[in-house]
């Protein structure tokens, strides 16, 4: 026979399935643990969805040369390229690579800008996943002072 | 809860920058305590902005994201009176909106 106890705790959980799955408008918004968990570039990116890496100009990365503190390092990714379906940001040598995924959509201008941890000097990537999983490139080599993990 | 997000909107052209500070303690999992245990990750794993009551972003974001993090981004079609909401869900299930108008 059921308690009142396990009952409310078989609906808790039938509530968090339904939440879980109640999010139609933004599918892919659940979040990407593989492509985090990734410790290389090349990694992260296969796992975000992106096929063949080639670098290329459309893709701008903003970072500074040398950044004095690790903890908080400045990067943009842009590109005017159309039918970008993410934009990524990665650190080589951090412990995983992946810093961030962002979403375009068709109301937002591909330009993102927010700030990193790095752990040590690395080379930074902008990656863009294009809709035909198309994954173009740019990267940059930013110096780091002082480190940002392990304080 | 957690500290109110700092929103700044501002229109130019038809175009709107939107810069956001958000309050969080963004902890990577790799750093050790005094006694030598690792602290566990306490991160923003997801964020939401909307234009309008219309999502036009959602971001993923990993451990190596800063402290107290900002982001940047440019809405298309956002004028002055606009209303922009933003909304952060970190790994421990914690979420937080705010909202500011274009100006």
Known sequence: MQTRRETLKHSLAVAGLLAAAGFPQFAHAAYNKTAFDAKSVQDAVKAAGGASLAESKDVTLTAPDIAENGAVVPMGVSTALPGVKQLLILVEKNPSALVAIFHGSDSLDNNFLTRAKMGQSSDVYAVAILADGKALWAKKEVKVTLGGCGG | ?103
């Open chain 2, 1 to 103: 809860m957690a500290d109110p997000m700092r929103i700044r909107a501002q229109a130019a052209g038809d175009k709107a920058t939107v810069r956001v500070l958000m309050s969080h303690e963004m902890e990577t999992g790799q750093r050790k305590d005094a006694a030598g245990k690792i602290v566990p990750a306490w991160h923003i794993q997801e964020v939401t902005a909307s234009h309008n009551g219309k999502q036009v972003l959602s971001a993923e974001w990993g451990p190596a994201v800063s402290k107290n993090p900002f982001m940047q981004f440019v809405v298309k079609g956002a004028k002055a009176g606009d209303k922009i909401a933003v909304t952060w869900k970190d790994n421990r299930g914690d979420t937080r909106t705010d909202e500011a108008t274009v100006s």
